[in-house]
């Protein structure tokens, strides 16, 4: 008994680091995985359900969805995984098993992981099963520029990608398509005869500062920014009634020309009203949360309609700003948002400070008959 006993365990040493030296030697020599765009899918699709943020349905007490209780384990007190071991790790052991009863997911939920799925795990696990959050809330890093390239940056980056992918770059352009490509790609407006004139003797660098001091490229930009912040110049309910929206879209056409750092862009579009000392023209930039549809129909509830407002500007805030979705964590908090529902509703308590149906906000000319009326009172 004690021989067999101790040649069993010598047989599952053995089993255990031949695997587990395999797998480190597969992940040594492989590219690193990226969490966010390689395992983050293959978590939320197959394994989330029961083992995610959402503690009612979570089983076994095991969450996958943090690097902290993937290390831990669940209720058993196994890890899930060991960092740089597959081998050796319980998720690689579950997902490969061949026993209805072990195997995960479940047979039941007819979601079984792919080959390449597997190897994407295990290749993580080895690279050490390092999470990343979600794109939008990690700070651009500087890269260096690719050696041997051209000289300009952007050239740089392009020409190496194109030895990636084993392409050679096209032959170059004639003067008078790249003179058009750079007007529709700053005013949107294709040039006139004498534009390509200039063009030709002037060159790209002053061609592009032009351009850039020209009114047309604000007008042309800002409509980027008009269709995520759902701009209309219309309720867009039943009688979809006219309104007066304009005056905030050139604020935003202004604020382009005009260089206006993009923080203070930001700012004050959220918050104009609340800064201290706040000016028209900041009260005008809160017109970015004011694009909502307004229903005006006789027989609405007012303050649902409000309610609906409040979500779309919450929905806005998400795609415009945060660069992520917000609608799932309106009603739970979802395996695919990087937000809870708490802090959704915490979203909702700073923007839900107002009952203004709309601002109102006025011309040079008439501010100063307004101006005029407060002395005639005063006097």
């Keep these: 008994m004690i021989c067999r006993f101790r040649l069993s365990t010598t047989l ?8 587990n030296a395999f797998f ?15 395992v983050q899918s293959i978590l939320a699709e197959h394994c989330l359900q029961c083992h995610g943020g959402d ?5 076994g007490g095991l969450r ?17 995984v060991v960092s740089g071991k597959s081998g050796m790790s319980e998720m690689i052991r579950r997902v490969t098993s061949h026993d209805p009863d072990q195997v995960m997911p479940p047979p039941k939920e007819n979601k079984p992981l792919t ?22 809330f990690v700070s651009p890093q500087k890269q260096p520029l690719p050696a041997n390239g051209p000289a300009h940056p952007v050239d740089a980056f392009v020409a190496s990608h194109l030895q990636l992918l ?22 949107g407006l294709c040039p006139t005869p004498d534009d390509v004139d200039a063009f030709e003797k002037q060159g790209m660098t002053v061609t592009i500062e032009t351009l850039l001091k020209s009114e ?38 202004n604020s382009l020309n005009r260089d206006h750092p993009y923080d203070q862009f930001l700012i004050e579009q959220i918050a104009g009203d609340l800064l201290p000392g706040s000016t028209q023209e900041q009260m005008i930039a809160t017109g970015f949360l004011r694009n909502s549809m307004i229903n005006e129909e006789g027989a609405i509830i007012a303050e649902e309609f409000r309610t609906v407002e409040m979500f779309d500007r919450i929905d806005c805030l998400g795609k415009a700003v945060l660069g992520l979705s917000t609608q799932c964590a309106q009603c739970h908090s979802h395996k695919f948002d990087p937000i809870s529902h708490e802090d959704y509703y915490g979203m909702f308590a700073f923007l839900n400070n107002s009952y203004e149906a709309q601002s109102w906000v006025y011309t040079a000319e008439q501010q100063q008959q307004i101006d005029k009326i407060h002395q005639s009172i005063q006097e």
């Design 12 to 19: 599952v040493v053995c089993v255990v680091c031949l695997t």
């Design 24 to 38: 480190m030697g597969v992940a040594a020599n492989a590219q690193p995985v990226d969490f966010q765009r390689e």
């Design 55 to 59: 503690e009612a349905s979570r089983q």
């Design 64 to 80: 996958l969805d943090t690097r902290e209780f993937v290390l831990k384990g669940g209720d058993s007190g196994i890890p899930a």
């Design 115 to 136: 080959g390449d799925q597997i190897e994407t795990l295990t290749r993580w696990i080895s690279q050490g099963a390092n999470y990343s959050p979600h794109w939008a």
């Design 166 to 187: 084993q392409l050679r770059p096209s032959v170059p352009a004639k003067t008078s398509t790249l003179c058009r490509r750079l007007y529709l790609d700053l005013v």
């Design 216 to 253: 047309r490229y604000g007008e042309k930009w800002a409509r980027h920014w008009l269709d995520v912040a759902r701009y209309s110049d219309t309720n867009g309910y039943e009688k979809d009634l006219k309104r007066d929206q304009w005056i905030w879209r050139d604020w935003v056409i």
